[in-house]
């Protein structure tokens, strides 16, 4: 799995009928700074409200996912939301001029093909993930429904669907890495049966189906009247089937075709939890309304973790810069370079980490029997942090100077031990301006606030 996150190169743009809806619309895919997540943007409405990707804005799961927030809806988001994890795209914009994504051919695959000719472009964030601490698991006895996420370091899914049809019978499917979804997953078409067609139809639903979006799955015998209506239903001049099988005869792409799109609405569905999971998600006759309440079980699991405002730190990752390319850019040494890598970077934040050791030459006076790290050399390290941002703004970062000019609103919060690692947060109040940056400067132990204050610096050229 990439250990950093991404988006795409530049805007790439979809077209065609929703499912549901009917509607023909465009849905465009922008690049989107690091941090900023799945959104959708619906540009027909006024004002273009915003709608995030996130299971607290699911408002329906009758017959697909779709999400609500300041008072616009898109539908059907599932398939388009799979294609995003399946490419391990963290950040993009989808603009969409109706309410519904396309449904293309009824998959994933065409949403894939259209962001690959995107291209993809690394960001200087460390992905997010969730890694499942334990067993969490949803039950829906009614349905025998059940799905369960257990701890492992990778993204791992199976289905097992089983409908109780002589077509169909059990199923399964399964990835164990989602770099297989392309290839193994995305071209796997939605479905139905025979029977839910006239429901669906009645509840002003499937207004853009079509034989060539959908497969539509025959388990009984049906007369040559009834077949005359489907052809009215779906605008065809004619449609058959032979006895117990799919409709028009449609040749499927897989064997257990249905289990694998089953699949593929489990992985888009859980995006709505809102980070890359690193889990193995095991799942039996899964839907919609069961995937979108266990993505909400998921969803409070990592709330619990800790404040999503607090720069997560793994050490097992990459760093954005280490050691060497921070000194690269800061001209701070011994005793005084107190920043050991950068975690995150981007426009206008930068989060770094200092690992505190009973080595630290200043713990030989402050104090000896007591060692306490210095509260100036805690800002010291965290404008140290601040500098690295200002500095990324410029191309030959080596030629300048930063200066403190000030710092207000210091405040520290806790002792700082020997063995802590402190990871410091700067974030820019506003746009930098003739040199001049101002920024809020957090550091954290873990979940807890040990200092912070508001710094202002400048950035000078080296004289020549």
């Known amino acids: 799995m990439r250990v950093k996150q991404h988006t795409i190169k530049k805007q790439v743009t979809v077209s065609g009928v929703g499912l549901h ?149 059990s199923q399964h499917a399964s990835i164990t890495n989602i770099s297989q979804f392309k290839n193994e997953i995305a071209s796997c078409r939605t479905f139905c049966f025979l029977h839910e067609l006239e429901m669906l139809y009645n509840q002003n639903l499937i207004k853009g189906g079509d034989l060539n979006n959908a497969i539509v799955v025959v388990d009984r015998i049906i007369e040559d009247s009834e077949l005359n209506n489907l052809a009215k239903m779906f605008n065809k001049e004619k449609v058959e089937v032979r006895k117990e099988g799919i409709l028009n005869n449609v040749e499927l792409r897989y064997k257990n075709e249905p289990a694998r799109h089953k699949l593929l609405d489990v992985v888009g569905d859980l995006a709505l939890v809102g980070r890359p999971l690193k889990a193995q998600i095991l799942a039996a006759r899964p839907g919609h309304a069961a995937n979108v309440a266990f993505a909400k079980k998921l969803k409070r699991a990592w709330e619990k973790i800790g404040p999503s405002h607090i720069p997560h730190y793994d050490p097992k990752l990459p760093p954005v810069m280490d050691i060497n390319q921070i000194s690269n850019i800061l001209p701070h040494r011994y005793p005084f370079q107190l920043l050991d890598k950068i975690i995150y970077l981007d426009d206008t934040t930068v989060a770094g980490v200092k690992n505190v050791t009973i080595n630290e030459p200043f713990f030989m006076g402050h104090f000896p029997n007591n060692p306490v790290m210095p509260g100036v050399l805690q800002v010291e390290a965290m404008a140290q942090t601040g500098g690295i941002l200002v500095l990324s703004t410029v191309k030959d970062p080596e030629n300048y100077w930063t200066y403190f000019l000030g710092i207000e609103s210091c405040k520290f919060r806790k002792m700082v031990l020997p063995g802590d690692t402190i990871v410091f947060k700067c974030e820019l109040l506003a746009p930098i301006r003739r040199g001049i940056a101002k920024m809020k400067g957090e550091a954290f132990v873990g979940n807890t606030l040990v200092c912070e204050a508001v710094m202002t610096a400048s950035i000078v050229r080296k004289e020549s």
């Open 21 to 169: 809806t009917g509607v023909i619309s465009n849905l465009t895919f922008l690049p989107a700074p690091a941090n900023h997540g799945f959104k959708f943007q619906r540009i027909d409405l006024e004002g273009m409200p915003i709608i995030d990707a996130d299971v607290d804005n699911v408002v329906d799961v009758s017959r697909g996912t779709t999400l609500e927030q300041s008072g616009a809806r898109v539908f059907t988001v599932e398939h388009v939301l799979a294609a995003l994890v399946g490419l391990e795209i963290d950040n993009i914009l989808m603009q969409l001029d109706g309410p519904e994504p396309p449904i293309l051919d009824g998959s994933s695959i065409q949403f894939i093909e259209v962001l690959e000719n995107a291209g993809m472009e690394e960001q200087n964030a460390l992905r997010r993930f969730f890694e499942v601490p334990e067993s969490i698991s949803y039950r829906d006895p009614s349905r025998e429904v059940e799905l369960a996420a257990l701890p492992l370091d990778d993204y791992r899914v199976t289905v097992m669907v089983d409908y109780n049809s002589p077509v169909l019978g």
